[in-house]
């Protein structure tokens, strides 16, 4: 394992309900992040082919041209277009926590592939729980989805998608898994609207996303890549957002390299800014926020409190034993 690691997050818009176009970023990203020597990059949530932020905006009705493009845009795990990315992350020799819309038969989820600097899927884990309105386009992850840490040579990599970072028991149980360099994939978010114009929840903003993948740092004493996506003036009709006092544009980006103390290692994009965030990361660092916190060692009182997980998949279809 390398003493010092060059850690990468994205803040990129993506290349919206286009599938080959999204792929043909992905990699383009992915060589530009192997020139400045990345070596663990993650990208935002649903980054192929973006968030629809829409749903949140528009009624169900008046989205279903939009979701019958995202459907067809979406990315089976399983694809020549999957093929592609594994190909450059190979040839990069970085490991990849990917973010996409995954399509699997008729249905979607919203997965995060954990590619190895050999070009292989090493693990896959879907959204335990969409939030809200989402539960309209995405399936829900199963029990392989709770594991959200896999060992690398760059240290142990995990990642969570969105409000996943907002579920204490599934933060706990992936610092039980002994994540060191966590991706939180995000889609993009916004600057809190005037509220003359609506009514807004503070918590659905790019600095709430913000603060609470910096509290992931500090409670896990893990480096938090945050990776987000932006939206541009241009692609404001495409995506069904005209006139909405939500998504302005240029932003929804709030990307940022977080240290195990919660220490940002890095400056900031502006919100509607394209990039890639870098920092380079001694995993050693650990052990200073750990000794004063480990909330799944000296810190914890097992007797008092612990954490019931059930690890088995539900099936869909069971064949009955002879």
Request: aromatic fraction near 8%.
């Given at each position: 394992m390398t003493a010092t690691t060059r850690v990468g997050a994205v803040q990129a818009e993506p290349v919206w309900l286009d599938l080959d176009g999204?792929?043909?970023?992905?990699?383009?990203?992915?060589e530009k992040a192997a020139e400045s020597g990345v070596q663990v990059l993650g990208f935002p949530e649903v980054w192929?082919?973006?968030?629809?932020?829409?749903?949140?905006?528009?009624?169900?009705?008046?989205?279903?041209?939009?979701?019958?493009?995202?459907?067809?845009?979406s990315m089976p795990k399983d694809s020549p277009q999957m093929e592609r990315i594994l190909a450059a992350v190979k040839k990069a020799g970085m490991f990849v926590v990917l973010g996409y819309s995954?399509?699997?038969?008729?249905?979607?989820?919203?997965?995060?592939?954990?590619?190895?600097?050999?070009?292989?899927?090493?693990?896959?884990?879907?959204?335990?729980?969409?939030?809200?309105?989402?539960?309209?386009?995405?399936?829900?992850g199963q029990a392989e989805s709770l594991k959200c840490v896999v060992p690398s040579q760059f240290g142990k990599i995990g990642g969570l998608n969105c409000w996943e970072h907002l579920q204490p028991l599934l933060r706990y149980y992936e610092y039980s898994q002994g994540v060191q360099i966590h991706v939180a994939s995000w889609p993009a978010e916004f600057e809190m609207p005037d509220p003359a114009k609506i009514k807004w929840l503070y918590h659905e903003t790019g600095e709430a996303s913000y603060r609470a993948s910096q509290f992931m740092a500090i409670e896990g004493q893990c480096f938090v890549l945050v990776a987000s996506q932006i939206l541009t003036e241009s692609n404001v009709e495409k995506n069904n957002l005209s006139g909405n006092p939500v998504t302005k544009t240029p932003g929804g980006g709030f990307s940022m390299i977080f240290g195990p103390d919660g220490k940002p290692l890095c400056e900031p994009l502006g919100a509607g800014e394209e990039g890639i965030l870098t920092a380079d990361v001694n995993l050693r660092d650990i052990d200073y926020p750990k000794a004063f916190i480990d909330v799944v060692g000296h810190y914890a009182?097992?007797?008092?409190?612990?954490?019931?997980?059930?690890?088995?998949?539900?099936?869909?279809?069971?064949t009955m034993a002879k």
């Open positions: 999204s792929v043909d970023k992905t990699i383009s990203l992915i192929i082919p973006g968030y629809p932020w829409s749903m949140w905006t528009q009624p169900v009705i008046n989205n279903t041209h939009i979701i019958h493009d995202y459907m067809a845009n995954e399509r699997d038969g008729a249905s979607l989820y919203m997965a995060q592939s954990f590619i190895s600097s050999e070009g292989e899927i090493v693990h896959h884990r879907r959204k335990i729980k969409p939030t809200h309105i989402e539960r309209t386009i995405w399936g829900e009182r097992p007797d008092l409190l612990s954490l019931l997980v059930n690890p088995t998949k539900d099936e869909h279809v069971t």
